[in-house]
């Protein structure tokens, strides 16, 4: 089990900040950080405020039931995919009626999985403007892969919601 980092709590309370700010509701779908994203934001007191909640769809299949991704299109290229990170993301979004939604698929490690090294990740964003995906390359073992996933996310999200200013 990893911990949060003191930088990746620290960007859940500025990404928390402006959800409240813009009056706006964040939601979460994870896959190789297993509910470390989702940890992470209700870290932060007052959280409840603006998180609506999270999903883990660790298992593929549960990627097309619970959130709604394209089974066709998980059968064609596996869950490591920037349109199933994009997909996971509008998923969780609608799930819990969120304005903001992150997602995270990819191998943690420590061996390749789905023909993608240990440390390829591709992260979700859905916001009111649309979605896109972000892929990434991260080293180390599976814990370090994990936690640099849950603060590029926490980036990612951070970004989208400070373009509102």
């Known amino acids: 089990m990893i911990g949060a980092s003191k930088r990746a709590v620290h960007l859940a309370q500025r990404v928390l900040d402006a ?8 939601a979460v779908a994870e896959s190789l ?18 998180f609506r909640g999270g999903a883990v769809t660790y298992a593929t299949d549960t990627k097309a039931s ?7 299109h998980l059968a064609r290229t596996g869950p490591v995919d920037p349109i199933v990170a994009q997909q996971m993301a509008r998923g969780v979004a609608q799930l819990f009626g969120a304005d903001y939604a992150l997602a995270t698929t990819g191998v943690a490690g420590p061996g390749s999985a789905d023909g993608h090294d240990a440390g390829t990740v591709f992260i979700g964003v859905v916001t009111p403007n649309g979605s896109a ?15 640099q996933t849950v603060e590029r996310a926490l980036e990612i999200l951070l970004a989208a919601l400070e373009e509102m200013q």
Do not use: Q
Request: glycine share 8%; with cysteine; charged share 20%.
């Open 19 to 26: 959800a409240v700010e813009h009056r706006v509701h964040i």
């Open 133 to 147: 995906a972000t892929e990434c390359h991260f080293a180390g073992d599976r814990d370090a892969v994990r936690a």
């Open 66 to 72: 619970v959130l709604r991704v394209d089974a066709a």
């Open 33 to 50: 950080t297993g509910g470390a994203l989702a940890a992470t934001l209700v870290s932060v007191p007052g959280a409840s405020e603006v």
